[in-house]
């Protein structure tokens, strides 16, 4: 199926990213916000054209894009002013939603649940990218009454955005978010907030590794108070899970030395043997990479120059990453490559006058 024509409603960061996904195909996008800013900014920005208040017209598909406790209204007020044939959304929580759409009576045989795994930690159409689905899961959670037709169609849409679709039972996909992206919302939250009572100092010695944990805690707490009021059972679990293991792992440290060193072994191992289940890059099995450290200056079109004298010697870069003290003239970016692809980086770097280091395996999935 083709899906010819949609109608966002909601522009911030996802149906923004959805219509800039849809803008280099042939998809007449509409779109709709309360906020007439927000709709003007993602139109601007090349994601569809303004939906014309006094009388829409109706498309193949409406994607609702709004808070999660909006979802339902959203859907039963589109489906009574017949919107669209199909309808879709992209909440975060489906089995609370669901039931919430089916006491209010929308029309559940042409709608599908939908919630692509994308994001940024910052929401807004000013954040939305075309490239935001690429590879990425799309989760659909059709129920017994959807329709062949519509479910086609959602699909035709993910298609469009780049994405991978994946079909799951609305308890399964909440069940699963609780753990891939509920918790960790809570733990870098929590994590972060042990900030606020330290002192100068502790948050100036900060580095990678905190800022890695904690780069989601700077998300929207009211968005978030609505994911963890529609999930709240699964992410109960899950959390209630993670405090018993933290809680042994205290004990052990508190007791005798040696079991305290094996307690914290044994976690960090099955944290690694985690680590090797998530998918690599194209979605493929993690493979291990190796890692050259480079010394950049801290001036600008270094990182740039750096990047480029790579490229030039035929080498691909897997990843980065970057670390950087406050206040230093240098910092050392690790570029992740192919095994085979560090002795001869190490060798051009170094003939290009980079400062560079020696190259380390790193582990697979980063």
């Known amino acids: 199926m083709t899906v010819r024509s949609v109608h966002i409603v909601g522009t911030g960061l ?28 993602a139109s601007d920005l090349g994601a569809g054209a303004p939906a014309d208040a006094g009388s829409p017209e109706r498309v193949d598909l409406v994607l609702i894009c709004v808070p999660p406790s ?37 029309d559940l045989s042409i709608f599908v649940g939908g919630h692509p795994v994308a994001g940024r930690e ?40 780049g994405a991978v679709p994946v079909e799951l039972d609305a308890a399964t996909h909440d069940a699963t ?29 900060a580095g990678q590794g905190l800022r890695d944990l904690t780069r989601i805690a700077d998300s929207d707490p009211d968005l978030w108070a609505q994911i963890a009021r529609g999930n709240a059972g699964p992410l109960a679990a899950v959390l209630r899970g993670l405090a018993t293991d933290l809680t042994g792992l205290a004990s052990a440290l508190e007791g005798d030395e040696e079991r305290g060193s094996a307690a914290f072994r044994e976690v960090v191992a099955a944290g690694n043997a985690g680590r090797l289940r998530l998918p690599g890059k194209h979605g493929a099995r993690a493979a291990p990479y190796a890692t050259v450290p480079v010394v950049v200056a801290d001036e600008p079109g270094a990182l740039a120059r750096l990047l480029l004298d790579a490229g030039e010697a035929g080498i691909n870069v897997e990843d980065l990453s970057l670390e950087h003290s406050p206040g230093a003239p240098v910092g050392l970016c690790e570029l992740i ?29 980063g």
């Open 337 to 365: 490559v192919q095994p085979a692809a560090a002795g001869p980086l190490a060798t051009v770097l170094t003939e290009r006058g980079w400062v560079v280091h020696q190259a380390h395996e790193a582990r697979p999935g």
């Open 177 to 205: 978010l609780a753990l891939i992206s509920h918790a960790p919302q809570a733990l870098a939250s929590l994590l972060a907030a042990r900030l606020v009572d330290s002192d100068a100092t502790t948050a100036q010695l």
């Open 14 to 41: 996802i149906g923004a990213s959805v219509g800039l996904a849809l803008a280099d195909r042939d998809v007449a996008v509409l779109l709709s916000d309360r906020d007439p800013a927000r709709v003007q900014l």
């Open 70 to 106: 909006e979802v339902a209204g959203e859907l039963k007020r589109t489906q009574e002013l017949d919107l669209g044939v199909f309808y879709s959304d992209v909440a975060s929580i489906k089995t609370r939603l669901q039931a919430e759409a089916q006491t209010l009576g929308a």
């Open 122 to 161: 910052r929401g807004g159409p000013a954040m939305a990218r075309a490239d935001l689905f690429l590879g990425r899961p799309w989760v659909l959670t059709p129920t017994p009454e959807t329709s062949a037709g519509a479910l086609a169609a959602v699909r035709a849409l993910v298609s469009d955005c």
